[in-house]
């Protein structure tokens, strides 16, 4: 074992075989195939039996596979109500209009996270008020978030980014101490446990101020074509959805919401039935394959975290987390390597890594250009959104590295990953700095 010399005031990175980097003109270090590692999503004879039968039963519309995928949810998590929906994107719609935000309230939200978990707020007229992320589980911070409320606050949406379950019991103690709605978004999170409990689930410990969404589309741990779920155990909340985006089931209901049955609410937000077959016989490989996951992720980050300068964001106790997506962050201050260059040898070795895919939301012009209360109709008064606003969270974003989330990999090409972390760290004082 040999260390690099540390440049003033940074840690020594050590290392076993310093070869030169690829960026420099050495031989790249990751050399296996990488396609049929990453493949995802497995498509297996059992999927497309059950897409066929579907297919040949004729039952494009409206099918009791879909309600069949509903108590394959409500019978795993444990839950009363399920509404398979379209996708996500619809579910969380129908599911904060469920929860009571409507015109002029105030919603708190990430802003690390994908536009669907925050832009449905604008179409029910509401005002989403961005809080800072918390660094280890990359949630919400519930001390900022508690900040930001105000007496117009009425929903918290809580995305469990990448797979990390966010600080549950926190999150959820404001919320009843606030008299909030909260919205889990598990969309990235299928299988992830919080203190024995599914993510998925928290939420709806607050009745009839809880529900949550997962998605399904296409790159998800549970993933079909195209799909999204909602969940919640309060019958209100569970009728109101169906008001809002399936018409169809309105008559069977028992209540003055039958008398909608011919309109709805104006959204037809259901499943293809063919999607629903897709989805119940992924749903039975996840276990398996979040355990391959996470195998892979856990073996390749506990070697990175030997290199002194990565979180690479491991279950504390208490918590499962799952691999939707691997994120690392990288303490640039321990090595005095830009992650940008870090980022750009990596790729030279023939790593896949880079940036985080999602956009910080409270940049993006639809805010900060003032386009979202036109396009929600949102009355007055209107925030504006400033770039430079939620620091931590957009240096946190800043420092992280994506990587793939190995679904299928063998040890041999985690090896070579960290082969190339360990070879490019180790010559970090000669790599080229970008302008
Ligand atoms: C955190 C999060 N929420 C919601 C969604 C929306 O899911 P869908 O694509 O099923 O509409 C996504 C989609 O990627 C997501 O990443």
């Known amino acids: 074992m040999t260390t690099t010399p540390a440049a003033p005031g940074h840690t020594p990175v050590s290392v076993a075989?310093?070869?030169?980097p690829a960026i420099l003109g050495g031989a790249p270090a990751v050399t296996l195939d990488q396609t049929a590692a990453n493949r995802w999503p497995i498509c297996t004879p059992e999927d497309e039996a059950a897409v066929l039968r579907v297919l040949r039963a004729g039952e494009w519309g409206v099918s009791k596979e879909t309600a069949?995928?509903?108590?394959?949810?409500?019978?795993?998590?444990?839950?009363?109500f399920a509404v398979a929906h379209n996708n996500a994107t619809g579910a969380i719609l129908a599911g904060l209009h469920a929860l009571g935000v409507s015109h002029g309230d105030e919603v708190i939200v990430p802003s690390a996270t994908?536009?669907?978990?925050?832009?449905?707020?604008?179409?029910?007229?509401?005002?989403p008020v961005f809080a800072e992320l918390e660094d280890h589980s990359l949630g919400l911070d519930p001390e900022d978030v508690e900040r930001r409320i105000t007496p117009r606050t009425k929903a918290i949406v809580v995305v469990h980014l990448?797979?990390?379950?966010?600080?549950?019991?926190?999150?959820?103690a404001l919320a009843r101490r606030h008299n909030l709605a909260v919205l889990e978004d598990a969309s990235h999170?299928?299988?992830?446990?919080?203190k024995g409990r599914p993510v998925g689930t928290l939420a709806l410990d607050l009745g009839p101020k809880g529900a949550s969404v997962f998605s399904m589309q296409?790159?998800?741990?549970?993933?079909?074509?195209?799909?999204?779920?909602?969940?919640?155990n309060d019958p209100a909340i569970w009728e109101n959805t169906l008001r809002w985006g399936h018409y169809e089931r309105l008559l069977d209901l028992d209540s003055p919401n039958k008398y909608f049955a011919a309109t709805g609410f104006g959204f037809k937000f259901r499943m293809s039935p063919l999607s629903a077959a897709l989805a119940r016989t992924q749903l039975a490989r996840l276990t398996p394959r979040n355990t391959a996951r996470n195998?892979?992720?856990?073996?390749?980050?506990?070697?990175?975290?030997?290199?002194?300068?990565?979180?690479?964001?491991?279950s504390p106790p208490g918590i499962e987390r799952v691999y939707f997506e691997y994120l690392i962050r990288y303490d640039e201050s321990k090595t005095g390597l830009p992650i940008k260059d870090l980022s750009k040898a990596l790729q030279a070795e023939g790593a896949m890594v880079g940036a985080p895919r999602y956009p910080l939301l409270h940049q993006q012009p639809f805010f900060t250009k003032g386009v979202w209360a036109k396009v929600g109709r949102v009355p007055p008064p209107h925030p504006v959104y400033d770039p430079a606003a939620l620091p931590l969270t957009t240096?946190?974003?800043?420092?992280?590295?994506?990587?793939?989330s190995f679904p299928n990999a063998e040890r041999a090409l985690l090896d070579q990953y960290f082969d190339a972390f360990r070879k490019v760290l180790a010559h970090k004082d000669a790599l080229p700095r970008s302008a």
């Open 162 to 172: 990448f797979g990390l379950p966010s600080r549950m019991d926190e999150l959820l």
């Open 395 to 404: 240096r946190g974003n800043g420092s992280l590295l994506k990587l793939p």
């Open 189 to 194: 999170a299928h299988g992830a446990m919080y």
């Open 218 to 232: 296409g790159n998800k741990l549970c993933p079909t074509a195209e799909g999204g779920i909602l969940l919640t």
């Open 68 to 80: 069949a995928l509903e108590d394959d949810y409500r019978k795993w998590l444990g839950v009363r």
């Open 17 to 20: 075989s310093p070869a030169r």
């Open 114 to 127: 994908w536009w669907s978990s925050v832009l449905p707020v604008v179409h029910l007229g509401a005002v």
């Open 295 to 314: 195998d892979n992720c856990v073996y390749l980050s506990r070697r990175l975290e030997t290199l002194g300068c990565f979180n690479t964001f491991l």
